[in-house]
């Protein structure tokens, strides 16, 4: 059993930076695929980056360019790192981790989940 616990949300204004850190433990963390969602109200769950458990990032098309995925399997973290931010990015971000080598851009591909934390961008 992993657990997943998101943190460095919160709310700041259009333009500016922010950084996601997602901290795993109960598992191996290097054997997981792990990615970013996000959840806005009223809407499905979306993909915003995932990665591979040791190469490989990928993005939706809405963030390219400006989130940078990462991973350190020694402290067995995953971060997002945020810039030029949108009200279009105004969320609940969340962190998952999958059992596979690819990351996948579904909800249901991914096996263990965090509980979210909330990114809201100012105009």
């Known amino acids: 059993q992993v657990q997943l616990v998101e943190s460095g949300g919160g709310l700041v204004q259009a333009g500016d930076s922010l950084r996601l850190s997602c901290a795993a433990s109960g598992g191996t963390f290097s054997t997981y695929a792990m990615g970013w969602f996000r959840q806005a109200p009223g809407k499905d769950r979306d993909f915003v980056a995932g990665?591979?458990?040791?190469?490989?990032?990928y993005y939706a098309d809405s963030v390219k360019g400006r989130f940078t995925i990462s991973r350190d399997n020694a402290k067995n973290t995953v971060d997002l790192q945020m810039i030029r931010l949108i009200p279009e990015d105004t969320a609940v971000y969340y962190c998952?981790?999958?059992?596979?080598?690819?990351?996948?851009?579904?909800?249901?591909?991914?096996?263990?989940w965090g509980q979210g934390t909330q990114v809201t961008v100012s105009s």
């Open positions: 990665i591979g458990r040791s190469v490989g990032t």
């Open positions: 998952a981790a999958a059992r596979r080598v690819l990351p996948g851009s579904r909800p249901s591909e991914y096996n263990y």
